[in-house]
Antibody, heavy 124, light 107 residues
């Protein structure tokens, strides 16, 4: 059974850097895409970005200047850093596995396993 | 970015009802459309990927269909555990984007 678990501070001060780690168990991290997705209180889902096990990344342009996602395959972990945070970055942050599938339309991906989520509040 | 628009935003229904939720993409995404279910306080759960394919373990009362840029999630006979918020998500190209959600409430 694949499991993902987020960890990190629940409170970050404005202008500082939010740092979270996702630990993967039950699966090799040396395949698939490893994603961060967030959800502001009472709002919808926003994809932040992914890292492939090889280290290739893809970030949401709306956050790209502030986001870094790294992977440590030896620890089966990947991490998120979001700099210069404001109150607008207050959200539940989820890590999720992106697994490719193939159908008549070609190759695509879906988020098939998610962590439970961790609430990060930006406040002084 | 590809915009995903769901309708309705909320819907009241009763156990046993047939329910449909629609998602429209702002451009052609072929069948690269996924559906998720979210219960309050929990992470989203993948229901359908590739517009039509049920994720392993998802009950057969759930189904997905597509016509051009319009996608539909159908629940054939609502069960108590189906009252939740449903999201569509395009996986055609990054940035991956979600619909705003459809909250299914008990009538």
């Amino acid at each position: 059974q694949v499991q993902l678990q987020e960890s990190g501070p629940g409170l970050v001060k404005p202008s500082e850097t939010l740092s979270l780690t996702c630990t993967v168990s039950g699966d090799s991290i040396s395949s698939d895409y490893w994603n961060w997705i967030r959800q502001a209180p009472g709002k919808g889902l926003e994809w932040i970005g992914y890292i492939y096990y090889s280290g290739n990344t893809n970030y949401n342009p709306s956050l790209k200047s502030r986001v870094t996602i790294l992977v440590d395959t030896s620890k089966k972990q990947f991490s998120l850093k979001l700099s210069s945070v404001t109150a607008a970055d207050t959200a539940v942050y989820y890590c999720a596995r992106g697994r490719d599938y193939y159908d008549s339309s070609g190759q695509s991906t879906s988020f098939d396993y998610w962590g439970q989520g961790t609430l990060v509040t930006v406040s002084s | 970015d590809i915009q995903m628009t769901q309708s309705p935003s909320s819907q009241s229904a009763s156990v046993g009802d047939r329910v449909t939720i629609t998602c429209r993409a702002s451009q052609n995404i072929r069948s690269h459309l996924n559906w998720y279910k979210q219960i309050p306080g929990r992470a989203p759960k993948l229901l359908i990927y590739g517009a039509f394919t049920l994720q392993t373990g998802v009950p057969s009362r759930f189904s997905g269909s597509a016509s051009g840029t319009d996608f539909t999630l159908t629940i054939s006979s609502l069960q108590p555990e189906d009252f939740a918020t449903y999201y569509c998500q395009q996986s055609y190209t990054p940035p991956y984007t979600f619909g705003q959600g459809t909250k299914l409430e008990i009538k």
